[in-house]
């Protein structure tokens, strides 16, 4: 495709259940990154990959999250059972090098109840 | 670690109006780029404008320009002649060694 894409773009999910979050970067973009977004809020940074490679896992909230990128593509970020405060939208972005411009996904809305 | 810090949380404009939105940093490197992007009500991020620390001269484009200050840290951004469409949340960013960091973003209102 031509952007970024994620999946699913809405997701509910009861409290103690596993979830986990897709992320089709632009073709050929090295660099990977997640965020959540909480109501009106700003940007908590999770994690970004360069490549494969996950060099500052610090931004992950809790061992509950985690994330993983294979072939240099698609990422998936996994959250173990979830939390309320879990809810919030998480978006991805990729770039082709550093500092060239990041694409953002839609995001994904994820809600615990 | 690297931070950015947006202390406008929210402002307004009046339509064609200039406002100009503040944005600080703190990094220990010398060679990052910064950004500013746009979060319209839709939910997606769009580039506003792109500025490399190892230029002096500040960004443009079209209604939208930078004053770099990079001795003081400091990314503003202005926007001339504002437009209604121009409402949004806006946030600094800043990219060094892949990892990009976001402000806690303005929230912007252009009103007729």
């Known amino acids: 495709g031509a952007g970024v894409s994620q999946s699913p773009s809405n997701k509910v999910t009861e409290k103690g259940k596993d979830v986990e979050l897709r992320c089709d970067p632009i073709s050929g973009h090295t660099a990977l990154y997640w965020y959540r977004q909480s109501l009106g809020q700003g940007l908590e940074f999770l994690i970004y990959?360069?490549?494969?490679?996950?060099?500052?896992k610090s931004g992950l909230p809790s061992d509950r999250f985690s994330a993983e990128r294979t072939g240099g593509s698609v990422s998936t970020l996994t959250i173990q059972r979830t939390q309320q405060e879990d809810s919030a939208v998480y978006l991805c972005?990729?770039?082709?090098?550093?500092?060239?411009?990041?694409?953002f996904g839609q995001g994904t809305r994820l809600t615990v109840v | 670690a690297q931070t950015v810090t947006q202390s406008q949380p929210e402002m307004s404009v009046q339509e064609a109006e200039t406002v100009t939105l503040s944005c600080t940093y703190d990094?220990?490197?010398?060679?990052?780029?910064l950004f500013w992007y746009k979060q319209p009500p839709s939910r997606q991020m769009i580039l506003v404008i792109r500025?490399?620390?190892?230029?002096?001269q500040n960004a443009t484009e079209n209604r939208f320009s930078v004053n770099f200050q990079k001795a003081a840290k400091s990314f503003s951004l202005k926007i001339s002649d504002s437009q209604l469409g121009d409402t949004a949340m806006y946030f600094c960013a800043f990219i060094v060694n892949n990892d990009m960091r976001f402000g806690a973003g303005t929230r912007l209102t252009v009103k007729p």
């Open positions: 972005a990729s770039s082709l090098w550093v500092g060239s411009e990041a694409f």
């Open positions: 990959f360069q490549g494969n490679s996950a060099p500052d």
């Open positions: 990094t220990s490197e010398s060679n990052y780029y």
């Open positions: 500025q490399e620390a190892y230029k002096q």
